[in-house]
């Protein structure tokens, strides 16, 4: 199984047999040791229930809501191990967008880009506010769409802008890692293809590691590719390698559509 | 053949139009003998309430009976009015309010965080059952906890505590079921920003479900304004205005009650009803207004 699983250098994140089980002995995910190449966008795959949220979840420590979760193994963030940080630091370093878009109702879109800072209540000037909204709206090309209407509630954008939204929130904290549990599975094919754009763009300067159903996605836009089976890592490489050429039976089962 | 099953498909069909006028006349007409009580008794507190009210009315307190009788024999309007009501009424649900709604909105969070848990279960049960307990009796545990017990005598806090107590666990089941209502993903993403959990029950959480929030204040106030029996043991009355929570004080039921008990005054009833059914009325259409709006 070991040849299946890529080597990387000087990874930003890696996972060192992780195991989480929802109830005793139940598995979510099985024994993952995986590393993950710094500015690229990695997709993981699989079949509903192979644990690919629970795995990317794992990485900014939300699967710790769940009750009961019972964690094996080590995540290490930009060389840190993230059960020793502050939840806070960590959820800064790593951000995370969701399959539903999910702007706070009662917050303007300007303030749902600086959620985070509010919320957390750091304080911080007028002048920098004006610069981090700016700046994570134009990474997500929502600037020109909503510059004169910065004011409004979040919630008047249509999905696709909202989930743009969404992600510049999560840019705002200036984040080393950007986790997205299938960002587009609940948008309009076009705004899809915006977002598709936008993460290709967004890996200049940050990592991206997606959840996604779509396997014709994860091979438009991922540079690295990891699949996932019953919560074990089955294969992990080189997107295009693992779509012209899989290592793994079940991999090519997969993609070809036999399961899933 | 052909002739002869045309006519039965007819006649089925002339039977069921038939039925379906029927029921429709018979829904037509149970809706409007469900809503004519509630037009019958505005209209009647309108008839018979409306020559009473005034600006003297709202800012004079009631009158003592030989200056009614008075007035009722030489046919005039009664004088005076019943701002010793309306004060203590106000008073009283803006206490009640003061205690029962910080109690109700914390329980109502703790129930909503720990929907299984034996002791949440529990609080649920109760409350079910606290709101079914007969008005009276809450008067009756204030009247001993508070009349005996604190104020050493009838007062405004004795009735605001029976009245916070009929309260409460409206409060409770609307803040449970208006913070159930808000979907997971809000909460995920404050998480998501590593927000911490009591920050985003502060920030994010009421914010979000303020209306519904709102929405069962109003209702659980508009519930209570109009409650006699408790403060008969509680508040007692008064025929002043009175300010001081441990002082007996009178409140618009309380004296809609003592007006029925002056054949002088009866025609003070109607302008009471008035307006506290106009008052309850305005908040429940508010919180309506306020349900319709909120997510």
Redesign the interface.
């Known amino acids: 199984m070991k040849e299946n699983i890529e080597k990387i250098k000087d990874p930003i994140i890696s996972t060192r047999n992780l195991s989480i089980a929802y109830d005793k002995g139940n598995y979510a995910v099985k024994q993952v040791s995986v590393d993950i190449k710094k500015n690229s966008v990695t997709a993981i795959m699989g079949p509903s229930g192979c644990g690919k949220s629970t795995f990317l979840r794992a990485i900014n420590r939300m699967h710790e809501l769940y009750e009961n979760i019972e964690t094996e193994g080590e995540v290490f963030l930009n060389g840190k191990d993230i059960s020793k940080m502050q939840v806070i630091k960590l959820r800064r370093m790593a951000g995370m967008v969701f399959q539903r878009p999910n702007p706070f109702p009662t917050m303007s879109i300007y303030d749902n880009v600086i959620a985070g800072y509010k919320l957390n209540g750091i304080h911080i000037k007028k002048k920098e506010k004006d610069e981090i909204v700016e700046r994570s709206l134009l990474d997500v090309s929502l600037w020109d769409e909503v510059k004169d209407s910065l004011f409004k509630k979040g919630t008047f954008l249509s999905g696709g802008q909202q989930q743009r939204l969404c992600i510049a929130r999560a840019l705002a904290f200036n984040p080393k890692v950007i986790l997205l549990d299938e960002p587009t599975s609940a948008i309009d094919p076009v705004a899809t293809s915006k977002i598709e754009d936008l993460l290709v763009k967004l890996k200049k300067n940050y990592t991206i590691l997606m959840v996604t159903h779509n396997m014709s996605q994860a091979a438009r836009i991922s540079d690295y590719s990891l699949f996932m089976y019953l919560g074990e890592l089955v294969e992990y490489g080189k997107t295009k390698n693992m779509f012209t050429n899989p290592k793994d039976r079940r991999t090519e089962e997969y993609l070809t559509g036999k399961f899933g | 053949m052909v002739s002869i099953k045309r006519t039965t498909i007819r006649d089925h069909a002339h039977r069921r139009i038939l039925k379906d006028k029927l029921i429709f006349g018979m829904v037509i007409f149970l809706s409007m003998v469900t809503i004519s009580p509630i037009i019958l008794i505005i209209a009647k507190l309108v008839i018979n309430g409306f020559r009473q009210i005034s600006l003297n009315f709202i800012i004079q307190n009631t009158p003592g009976t030989f200056e009614a009788m008075t007035a009722v024999a030489n046919g005039e309007l009664i004088p005076g009015g019943i701002a010793n009501g309306i004060t203590g009424t106000l008073l009283m649900v803006a206490l009640a309010s003061v205690i029962a709604i910080p109690i109700g909105v914390v329980t109502g969070i703790f129930l909503y965080e720990n929907p299984g848990k034996f002791i949440a279960n529990l609080t649920r049960n109760v409350a079910d059952i606290l709101q079914g307990i007969p008005s009276i009796v809450l008067g009756l545990i204030a009247y001993i906890w508070v009349v005996k017990g604190i104020t050493n005598g009838f007062s405004a806090l004795a009735g605001s505590v029976s009245l916070a107590i009929m309260m409460l666990p409206m409060i409770i089941k609307s803040t449970e079921e208006t913070l159930k209502m808000i979907?997971q993903?809000?909460k995920?993403?404050?998480?998501?920003?590593?927000?911490?959990y009591y920050?985003?029950i502060l920030?994010?959480l009421i914010?979000?479900g303020?209306s519904g929030l709102l929405t069962g204040i109003l209702l659980g106030i508009s519930r209570i304004m109009g409650e006699t029996a408790p403060l008969m043991l509680t508040a007692l009355g008064s025929t002043v205005v009175n300010f001081d929570i441990s002082k007996p004080t009178s409140a618009i039921p309380l004296l809609i009650w003592e007006f029925y008990n002056d054949p002088n005054m009866v025609s003070l009833i109607w302008s009471s009803s008035l307006l506290l059914m106009g008052v309850v009325l305005l908040l429940n259409l508010l919180s309506r207004q306020l349900a319709n709006s909120s997510?």
């Not at chain 2, 995920?188 to 911490?196: C, F």
């Open positions: 979907p993903t809000i995920e993403a404050a998480l998501a920003l590593g927000v911490p920050k985003v920030k994010v914010p979000t303020f997510i």
